[in-house]
């Protein structure tokens, strides 16, 4: 037996249940903020933690491939026909399995009984966050992998590739301009709604403990990359596309979820204006960077 715990985050419920003996406070804790307290809200995804001896009694099957250049390292398995998934800090072997049904409304997370308390909250997020991603590809909803300011009542958000500044960036804004909050720093939620693209903070916020249950409209994308000067173009919709494009999670090898993904970032970048900042990580970026990017009433 267990506890079960509802969370809604960019208008979508899940449900996670943990084996009697593990605290919410302690491994739910970025959670809290978004605690579902309607009794009817349905949740789309329910997920439940199995405590193993061994996950080697969990996966048959061979390795299909593994992902990421850094961890967590994402592992997807071939066994009877069907995937499963694995999350690890090496590639030398998976630290916890995930099971899902055909349409990810239903998972059990595989941790092994040993290293059960030292990992399930890394077991947890990571599950979590690859379901809520494929369980909502098909409602216009995108889990970005940048870093997001709130300035006057609205989003702007910073991508690039690892290592390019997207933290720092924003902690220019936080520093420098006057008003400024931080939404989410590694992982939040855009989605679109009746042609309005908002962005969502999430529970899942990287290094920088950042979990707020907040939304804004999204009113400018910036995609990052390092140079020896301060210098930001607006970028027309085929060089946004794949400005955008690489920073959003998705199961891509399968057609069904890649062709959901690519028709929501052309929404996105149909409702929102990305620019290409070339950068110092210093004030005056900032500056040109709100200068140009801020909407002005």
Known sequence: M????????????FCISLPNGFDPETFLAP??????TGPDAL??????????????????????????D????????????????GFSYTKKAPNCIVATSDDYSEAVVYVSEAYAQKLMEFALSNAIMLLYTFRTSGQDT???HASVIKYKGRG??????SGTGKSTHSSLWLKHIE?????????????????????????????TPCYKNDFVPLAGIVRLSQAPYNKINRLVPLLAYTAFMPSCSCMR?????TNALHKSVEKVISAVKCWHLECLPDEEAARVCCAAVEVKE
Do not use: C
Request: no cysteine.
């Open 70 to 85: 850094e961890a967590p390292y994402f592992w997807l398995f071939e066994q009877d026909g069907k995937f499963l998934y």
């Open 156 to 161: 702007y958000m910073f991508l690039g590739k």
């Open 179 to 207: 008003g400024t909050e931080l939404l989410n720093d590694d992982n939040p939620v855009v989605r679109v709604i009746d042609g309005q693209a908002y962005v969502y903070g999430s529970p899942w916020s990287g290094k």
């Open 31 to 36: 959670y809290v903020p978004f605690t579902e």
């Open 43 to 68: 949740p789309v995804i329910n997920l439940k933690v199995e405590i193993v001896e061994t996950l080697r009694s969990v996966v048959t099957g061979q390795v299909k491939e593994v992902f990421n």
């Open 142 to 144: 995108l889990m970005v």
């Open 2 to 13: 267990g506890n079960s715990y509802k969370y809604t985050v960019a208008g979508h419920t």
């Open 253 to 257: 090898w399968e057609p069904s979820a």
